[in-house]
Structures are given as structure tokens and as C-alpha cells.
């Protein structure tokens, strides 16, 4: 059975990926901003106040709950995204970025 799942924890303090586990605190400032080992956090923006982060891949959906890092980190290795995401606020399911911008090209 298929479950969707939130990709990542954070507020004021902490930002983590749970597909890889990466987290960072805020504190003093890293430059360059550091990313997540899987792509999922393209950058944590660190301050002494906070952590601000973007997501690629906020809700995936997967068939294993028990393994569904491996799964993901295994789609994320062959195809460079997870085969099932969507945002937070969205009700499509974006297969492919590609694929998604052509649909929405005029003409």
C-alpha cells in the first residue's frame, strides 16, 4: 500500500532531511551554504538566530514504510528525483520537472 510522506523536519533552530538524515543548527554562518547528501536540501541558510532551507522534495510517496529511505535514496541514485513528490501546498503529482514544464507550455 502507498503512503505519503513528509520529507523533512525544521523550525527556528533545526532543518533535517529525513531521507538522509542531514540536519544543521543554526549558529555561526557556513560559507558556502551546505546542502543535504541526497539533493532533497539545496541549501540550509545558517545564522546565529536561524536556519532557513528550501526543499525539492517535500511529500514523496512510497510502498515500503519500513525501508522508504532506501527506496527513495534508490530512485533519487537512478533517476535524480524520487519517482512519486509533491509540494506541500499542491495537489500534482510532479513525475518529472521536465515533463511538468513542457505540460504547462503555451502552444
Known sequence: MNRELRTFIGDETKATCLICNTSYYNGNPIIPQPSCDCGNIPYFDITPAYVR??????????????????????????????LHYRNLKDDKHHLDLNQYLNSTKKG
Open 53 to 82: 532551507f528550501a526543499i525539492n522534495f517535500p511529500l514523496v510517496t512510497v510502498s515500503n514504510l519500513d525501508n522508504w529511505q532506501i527506496e527513495i535514496l534508490g530512485q533519487i541514485k537512478n533517476y535524480g528525483h524520487p
